[in-house]
């Protein structure tokens, strides 16, 4: 058995709270590390159909401890309207703890995020970054500014969380008023907000660090259920149109309180396409019929938001890039049986300069690079009915096992995991990470450990 971190190698919304789930049954204790409730989880369970977006996926097994670790942001609301939910379909939430580092997402800061993406329009130089309205980036703002309000806050004395919000407001207040013309509430009314949620959160919001450290000493098994994805990571994304948070997986380790040595696996989600919500590049965007047909039959819209996902060829100079700064052992490939009756599959195998034709697979920095480049094409044929019902590797269609052996060797890591439906069972476990099964080569087409 063994300690897994579970990230999105593509633009998130890639399947990772199915195999989170799925992987969540061997491990002892499941940990959220980054991000809020931008996140949205989908997990089909009995044919019960749940949406989380802060609650980690492994909270549907009763004997699992599950964790929000410090590295996440946190609406009250939002979480509070999840634990109500869940418990209202008869499961326990007694098993669930909040880290009391992980920062509140207020009103203010829902505002700040709306009134920025409309600010940004108006600005002849600004496009919008499409953000989910949470408030997630204006609260990871104050976090880095240290003018943030903690859940461990809520229980100081009145006298000190009142001074600490009077702090935040004569900053946000004018911010507000002056710069986007809009209102907040008032000291008194946030301090009361402040108060109703530290009762209602009391039996979840616990230090978190020492119970991650006496499960590691007890030998537990800790699975790290990441949000977004690698490629909306603020340091390595498309910045600007990224999330606030690291996605890759250092954002698990620092988002949770443990050290990289801990860890015995990095697992990467990707789609067997790809897609993207919000704004911002995506060279492999398909705008025809086969982009209709990876929308409607992938179901592609956004848990959180509802919107519309753009999509396009899976693209393996991103999946390259995410194998890389995330260390990945080994992804997961999902939704597989999306790409069933279609005539022909395109895989991105590098870029190429339309000006000067000089090919390269490293994803640039610079939007303005990327905006130079154009995907380079290898063509597959597809096969001929359906995957969805398939669960060993060995009776998929030779046209798919082509096409995946040419992803592990493109972005440099065996593929572990095929999924080819929502439920827990429509998937084909080729190397397990919870067992820290892995293949020594690296590039190696998909055969089991
Ligand atoms: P924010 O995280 O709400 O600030 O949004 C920033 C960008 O990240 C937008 O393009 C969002 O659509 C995108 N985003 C945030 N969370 C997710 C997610 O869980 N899946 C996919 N895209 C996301």
Redesign the pocket.
């Known amino acids: 058995m063994a300690n897994v971190i579970i990230v ?1 190698a593509q ?3 890639e399947g990772k709270a199915k195999i989170v789930d799925l992987l969540a049954e061997q491990a002892d204790v499941v940990i959220r590390c980054q ?1 809020g409730c ?3 989880h989908t997990v089909v369970h009995h044919g019960e159909v749940f949406k989380f977006h802060l609650i980690p996926s492994g909270l549907l097994y009763p004997d699992k401890l599950c964790i929000i670790g410090s590295g996440t942001v946190i609406s009250p609301e939002v979480i509070l309207r999840e634990i109500t939910e869940i418990e209202a379909k008869g499961y326990a939430t007694t098993n669930l703890k909040i880290s009391d580092r992980a920062h509140l997402t207020l009103p203010y800061h829902i505002t700040l ?1 709306r009134v920025q993406e409309e600010s940004r329009s108006k600005d002849q130089n600004g496009e919008k ?6 408030g ?2 204006p609260t990871y703002m104050d976090k880095v500014a240290r003018i943030g309000l903690r859940l461990g806050d809520l229980y100081e004395t009145d006298e000190l969380l009142k001074k600490q919000i009077a702090h935040i407001l004569s900053i946000k207040t004018p911010l507000l008023k002056h710069a986007y013309q809009a209102e907040t509430e008032t000291v008194d009314e946030i301090f009361t907000l402040c108060k109703q949620y530290a009762e209602q959160l009391r039996p979840y919001v616990t230090n978190t660090t020492p119970l991650i450290h006496e499960a590691i000493g007890a030998g537990k098994h800790i699975l790290f259920e990441g ?3 690698t490629l ?1 990571d603020i340091d390595h994304g498309t910045y600007p ?4 948070s690291n996605a890759t997986a250092g954002g698990a380790c620092t988002g949770s309180g443990i050290g990289p040595s801990r860890i015995d696996q990095s697992i990467g989600v990707m789609k067997a396409y790809t897609t ?5 590049p995506f060279p492999t965007e398909l705008n025809d019929s086969v982009g209709q047909h990876l929308q409607e039959v992938g179901k592609e819209f ?4 509802g ?1 519309r996902r753009r999509c396009g060829w899976f693209d393996g100079v991103i999946g390259k890039y995410s194998v890389q700064v995330n260390g990945l052992d080994g992804v997961a490939i999902t939704k597989l049986d999306v790409l069933d009756g279609l005539k022909e599959l395109h895989l991105c195998v590098a870029y190429k300069n339309i000006q000067t034709g000089e090919q390269t697979s490293d994803f640039p920095t610079r939007l303005s690079d990327l905006a130079q480049l154009e995907p380079v094409y290898e063509t597959f044929p597809g096969w001929t009915g359906s995957v969805h019902g398939i669960r060993a590797y060995d009776k998929l269609p030779i046209e798919a096992k082509n096409y995946l052996t040419r992803i592990a060797e493109l972005i440099g890591t065996p593929i572990a995991i095929v999924s080819v439906g929502p439920e827990r069972q429509e998937t084909m476990m080729v190397c397990n990470p919870m067992r820290n099964e892995r293949k020594d080569d690296k590039a190696s087409a998909v055969t089991a450990c």
């Open positions: 999105g633009w998130g919304d991000g931008n996140a949205g995020d970054i499409g953000t989910t309205g949470k997630i980036g949000a977004q994805g909306l149109f990224v999330t606030s993207r919500v919000g704004s911002g956004g848990t959180t938001t919107r």
